[in-house]
């Protein structure tokens, strides 16, 4: 079955320190990736995706992450972490060429951001 | 703003009532999805509706029920409430069902509570 594993449930890190957030996938074939922020009380928000191509991808607020088949893995990354940061990251993935774009979340991880 | 809306924004009822969640897509969105955030279960895909017809199902109860009507618009059904369906829904659009590079936009969700 198709499922998306995100280690770290918390994560704090100082404010201006780098940030990596490990996602890892198990599914037949390489499947659609995604990094999507939730903060507090809003919606889920879009960082990033990966269909094909380059392995790393580029996002919005300075995001980036990196596909790595060998190890099944998306990581996201961010070389200098802003206090707005705070908010939870979801990995997803989407089966990809399937009948359906439905999305399989990850538990997400809560970044914490210290001053 | 991901042009998508919710209501009501928050839902307040009893156990063993009925309600009904609203979700309006993206302009020129034709899919609709529904989703599930809770403490216990995480994000889960409920179901996704395109054009009007059920596209695909996922972890959705018996109780629940959702249609996609012809202004495109969809209708998220719960009934029977129980303490546990107490959640944020949330509902996302695109353009087209599947099989491509398409990315899904989210609302800002509607959270229940089941007292």
């Known amino acids: 079955a198709q499922s998306v594993t995100q280690p770290d449930i918390h994560i704090t890190v100082s404010e201006g320190a780098s940030l990596e957030l490990r996602c890892n996938y198990s599914?037949?074939?390489?499947?659609?990736l995604f990094w999507y922020v939730q903060s507090p009380g809003q919606g889920l928000q879009l960082l990033l995706k990966?269909?094909?191509?380059?392995?790393l991808v580029q996002g919005i607020k300075g995001f980036e992450a990196e596909f790595k088949r060998s190890q099944s893995s998306f990581n996201l990354r961010k070389p200098s972490v802003h206090w707005s940061d705070a908010a939870e990251y979801f990995c997803?993935?989407?089966?990809?060429?399937?009948?359906?774009?439905?999305?399989?979340f990850g538990t997400g991880t809560l970044l914490a951001v210290q001053p | 703003d991901s042009g998508v809306t919710q209501t009501p924004k928050h839902l307040i009822t009893a156990t063993g009532q009925r309600v009904t969640l609203r979700c309006s897509p993206r302009?020129?969105?034709?899919?609709v999805y529904w989703y599930q955030q809770s403490l216990d279960q995480g994000l889960q895909f409920l179901i996704q509706?395109?054009?009007?017809?059920?596209?695909a199902k996922g972890n959705i109860l018996e109780r629940f029920s959702a249609q996609q009507f012809p202004d495109l618009h969809s209708e998220l059904n719960l009934s029977s409430l129980e303490l546990g369906d107490s959640a944020l829904y949330f509902c996302?659009?695109?353009?087209?069902?599947?099989?491509?590079?398409?990315?899904?936009?989210f609302g800002p969700g509607t959270r229940l509570t089941v007292l």
């Open positions: 302009s020129g969105d034709l899919s």
């Open positions: 509706y395109y054009n009007g017809e059920e596209r």
């Open positions: 599914y037949g074939a390489t499947p659609y």
């Open positions: 990966y269909f094909s191509g380059d392995t």
């Open positions: 997803a993935v989407s089966p990809l060429g399937g009948a359906t774009n439905k999305l399989i």
């Open positions: 996302a659009s695109s353009v087209e069902a599947g099989g491509n590079t398409d990315t899904q936009y």
